[in-house]
Structure formats: C-alpha cells, structure tokens
C-alpha cells in the first residue's frame, strides 16, 4: 500500500507563488518511484498533466507552466514538491501528485487547492 498526501495549496493573488509538497509513504518511498508528477483540474475541465520527474532526475513540463513551475525531489525525505511561480488565474485547479512506478500501478493523493484570485 502506497500513499500520496499533499499540502501546500491555498490563496494567493496573480503573480503570486505557491509551493506544494507530496509526502510518499507505504510499501515504498519516493526514489523507488520511476516518475513522480502533478496534475491538475480546474472546474469544468479535464485533468491535466502539469510536470514529471523521473529517479534520473529527468524534468518535462506543460508549455503553460514551463519557466513558472519547478519540480523536484528529496528522496530522502520521500517528499516531492512543485514549486509555482508568477501564478495567474488559470493555474486555479485542484493539483495532484502521481506515483508511476516502472511496474505499470499509478498511485495518486487527494488534491489540494490553488485558487489564484486578486
């Protein structure tokens, strides 16, 4: 059994910044993880993929958020976290952390909210 639990959303104005954490605990810890990444679901949308990370080190990130938001992670800590910069109105969503491991599961938490609104 794996969970993903996140923290770290909240309020904030445009231009604003967040930064988002998923702890990782079970079975298996983070650096055991393939790819770690984030998501998101703004109201009346589909969930999106947002930015991965891979054991490597290996980042790729969604046009809309290339240059704002930074992924990383501490395997130590079994904690990866995503860093969002210069936020604007349409990052409002729900975000995601996924776990996909090179065995094909995918382990997801329980969202937590960015609203950004001045």
């Known amino acids: 059994q794996v969970q993903l639990v996140e923290s770290g959303g909240g309020l904030v104005q445009p231009g604003g910044s967040l930064r988002l954490s998923c702890v990782v605990s079970g079975s298996i810890g983070s650096g055991s993880i393939y790819r770690m990444g984030w998501y998101r679901k703004a109201p009346g949308k589909q969930r999106e993929w947002v930015v991965d990370?891979?054991?490597?080190?290996?980042?790729s990130y969604a046009d809309s958020v290339k240059g704002r938001f930074t992924i990383s992670r501490d395997n130590a800590k079994n904690t990866v976290y995503l860093q969002m910069n210069s936020l604007k109105f349409d990052d409002t969503a729900v975000y995601y952390c996924?776990?996909?491991?090179?065995?094909?599961?995918?382990?997801w938490g329980q969202g937590t909210q960015v609203t950004v609104s001045s």
């Open positions: 990370i891979t054991t490597s080190g290996r980042t």
């Open positions: 996924n776990g996909a491991p090179l065995d094909g599961k995918n382990y």
